[in-house]
């Protein structure tokens, strides 16, 4: 049965219209159950609720399609297209689904698998066939045509072979096809150039071999694996063995035994990037040679991409290490010494950089610890009398002995010192400055001990009478520029004699210090008190004028008188231009 709505021209519904089929005698039904597809292949309709409107002859119709069958499955969910699957007899099919747009039925054509891929398998036979029949044919045919276009190659490999064993000095003959032609002529182009190339190899071979015999260091030739091909006399003389000896040997088996494999890793590594590679070894000499150390330097021999072998050279240093050994010696002998020295001792270059400095100098410097590349100059300032000494005023002077300077570092110490400076290479980029520091404080304070011993009485700390006549000539000579004349005083005093006699001589020297400190405290700083000698004194009061010294020496009189009983004081006014 089939039924549809009626609805007129506004959409309003009018009425059903219907129809009805027979579908086992409907004659439409019965030509689409008569398709045939291939020889066993078959037709259905099947409605979406999985009813067989339409099936082979001989099934009843409106049966319920095979549930476990995933395409008819699949179809009543909508899908259209071709899977294979299972027929009602369980044989693989090929099964087509197309769904009609009127109804909601589908309609599946099923092709067993065998029926559909027939002509496929006929034709594959068949061509598995034919080609075996051409096989026949063509392969020995093929086979003698062939034999008989490389026959001229044959001839050209045993030619070719000659020419590389020796036995034919002039070209290949070229014949045959067009290929063969070709490889014959480009045969005879390459051993062209390769007797031109061997023939320049062999110009520079021998005269690298006249190069390395004249050598004085040693020069070795190796190839890849590092077997020796060449070596020189020079290194012939420092391993001492001949070229003969050493030919065919392992380069590595000449170095010593200790150090062999660490030098043998360092040596593939630089082969491998084709690099230079540098090192400092023993040798593994004969006894009777002693131990021979050696600087080495090896590189690669090869084009970009390709490595052909390794040249060595070797130079003897065991003489150097041994003078190196001696001036190492030397120097920590040097380094000891100046370690122990109380004067500084130390080493600046150009820049002002200290490059070496011994305890004492680091004393003077302020520096605890490591010295290395302190600048100097910049922690330390040196001063004499007339200026201060900068880096250019040390490189621009000539050697230095004995300048008397004041040191002051980066901490704030101050050191009176002697200093001695010497010139290194002078002028040139690696200049050295040497400087010789000594404590100079305590010949300082000898040399003031001295002056002052020279110019005071030790009696009384008072001036002695060459100072007083020093003062005196100079008072005197500043006279005429003064407008207040200055004064001499004398001092002397009466019956010490019995003081000394009746008290003893420490008595008196207590009398003449007691004295001393008296006329210390009534004169001015700058006025000059002097012990002239024994019980006699001098004082000189510069622009004092001749009243103002009378108040000063009437005034202390009373001062005096106690320490002691009679004294005879003298005030004279020196000359002025004034009268």
């Not at 027939?118 to 029949?133: C, E, G, Y």
């Not at 030098?263 to 630089?270: E, P, S």
């Not at 040097?334 to 680091?362: F, K, P, T, W």
């Not at 400190?517 to 019980?535: C, M, P």
Request: hydrophobic fraction near 40%; include cysteine.
């Amino acid at each position: 049965m089939v039924a549809a709505p009626i609805f007129d021209h506004k959409g309003r519904f009018i009425g059903m219209i219907g129809g009805a089929m027979t579908l086992q005698s409907g004659r439409l039904m019965k030509d689409i159950a008569r398709v045939r597809i291939g020889h066993t292949g078959y037709v259905r309709v099947i409605t979406r609720d999985g009813i067989t409107v339409i099936s082979s002859p001989g099934e009843a119709p409106l049966k319920m399609a095979d549930p476990d069958n995933p395409v008819f499955r699949d179809a009543m969910s909508g899908f259209q297209g071709t899977r294979l699957g299972r027929n009602g007899d369980g044989k693989t099919s090929v099964m087509s689904v197309q769904q009609l747009a009127q109804v909601p039925w589908f309609v599946v054509a099923v092709w067993p698998e065998r029926e559909a891929f027939a002509p496929i398998t006929r034709i594959a036979d068949s061509f598995v066939w034919i080609l075996l029949a051409v096989v026949a044919v063509v392969v020995p045919l093929a086979l003698w045509l062939f034999r008989r276009l490389m026959a001229p190659l044959k001839t050209l490999g045993r030619q070719i072979q000659e020419s590389h064993l020796g036995d034919r000095s002039g070209p290949v003959d070229i014949a045959g096809g067009l290929e063969i032609r070709q490889v014959a002529e480009t045969f005879n182009r390459v051993m062209d150039e390769r007797d031109d190339v061997l023939s320049h190899l062999a110009e520079r071979e021998a005269f690298f071999r006249s190069l390395t015999r004249s050598a004085p260091i040693g020069i070795v030739q190796t190839d890849v694996l590092g077997r020796i091909e060449f070596v020189n006399p020079a290194y012939e003389n420092i391993m001492g063995h001949t070229q003969e000896e050493l030919a065919g040997t392992y380069i590595m088996e000449t170095v010593h035994p200790d150090t062999r494999a660490q030098i043998l890793d360092g040596w593939r590594v630089a082969l491998h990037h084709q690099s230079i590679y540098r090192t400092r070894l023993r040798l593994d000499t004969p006894t009777r040679l002693g131990e021979v150390w050696a600087d080495v330097m090896s590189a690669v021999i090869g084009t970009p991409d390709k490595t052909l072998g390794t040249i060595t050279v070797v130079q003897d240093i065991t003489h150097e290490l041994e003078v190196e050994d001696a001036l190492r010696q030397e120097q920590q002998r040097a380094e000891s010494i100046l370690g122990v020295l109380q004067e500084g001792v130390l080493m600046v270059d150009v820049n002002g950089v200290i490059r070496y400095a011994n305890l004492a100098a680091c004393r003077f410097l302020g520096i605890e610890g490591d010295w290395s590349d302190h600048p100097f100059f910049q922690n330390i300032t040196v001063e004499t009398e007339d200026r201060v000494w900068s880096r250019e005023d040390f490189l621009a002077s000539e050697e230095l002995d004995s300048l008397y300077c004041t040191l002051r570092n980066s901490e704030g110490e101050v050191f009176d010192i002697d200093l001695t400076m010497l010139h290194i290479r002078q002028g040139l980029h690696n200049e050295r400055m040497v400087f010789v520091l000594r404590d100079d404080s305590t010949r300082r304070r000898e040399e003031e001990r001295l002056s002052w011993e020279a110019t005071h009485d030790s009696l009384t700390q008072l001036l002695n009478r060459r100072a007083f006549t020093s003062s005196l000539v100079k008072i005197l000579g500043e006279a005429g520029r003064q407008d207040v004349p200055s004064v001499l005083m004398l001092i002397d005093l009466d019956h010490f004699k019995p003081v000394n006699d009746q008290g003893g001589h420490l008595v008196g020297d207590d009398l003449l210090r007691r004295l001393a400190e008296l006329f210390k405290d009534a004169v001015r700083s700058s006025d000059t008190v002097a012990r002239l000698g024994g019980d006699e004194f001098g004082i000189i009061l510069p622009a004092c004028g001749l009243t103002r010294a009378e108040a000063l020496a009437e005034k202390s009189g009373h001062r005096w008188s106690r320490s002691v009983s009679n004294r005879t004081v003298g005030v004279m006014a020196l000359p002025h231009p004034s009268g």
